[in-house]
């Protein structure tokens, strides 16, 4: 199951910070945050991770609370093309690698011309 | 593209037929996985391999569903005796390990199976 809780869907307005929240209460200490994306007809895309700093790519930003119970995943300036269902997901790091993702059922976010 | 491939996109089947898939990773990535999703929900984890050992298996993984990947580069997965509830977006995620931490996944478009 997935140890997440998204709220089910968001709206946001063309060219205004899209901020996506994200619950995770029952993190532990070495898990981490990630988030991908998934646009419609396509496979999910990477978006970012964090552990317990704050994150910030080319394509979002991730704050982490401090005592690493929750996260928002925040779009700067929403664009059409972020449209899409956003997938929050904690995960513990596997010393022999990769371990496999577990999704919930995300917030899809509508972004308004 | 250099991208993860999957072939077909689409497949529409009769109900009791077999079907395989065909996944194609990122060339240098030694992790290939599959995941089914079904409308509405998130996708869910079926399989994955470390090059062509299959290291885990879902318990969704049912015995009709078969997956390989032999030399460690493409994987195929078969569903035999399709039933109307294998209806599902079925897709592949290459990753490269790297030990602890942070890689991530790279998703293909998905095969979207139909079965009638």
Redesign the interface.
Known sequence: DAKTTQPPSMDCAEGRAANLPCNHSTISGNEYVYWYRQIHSQGPQYIIHGLKNNETNEMASLIITEDRKSSTLILPHATLRDTAVYYCIVRLPSSSGNTPLVFGKGTRLSVIA | DTG?SQDPRHKITKRGQNVTFRCDPISEHN?L?W?RQTL??????LT?F?NEAQL?K?RLLSDRFSAERPKGSFSTLEIQRTEQGDSAMY?C?S?L??????????????TRLTVL
């Open positions: 993860v992790r996985y995941y509405g929900q998130g996708p869910e984890f994955y470390q885990e879902s897709l995620a990753s390990k790297l030990g602890l931490g942070s890689n991530e996944q790279f998703f293909g478009p998905g």
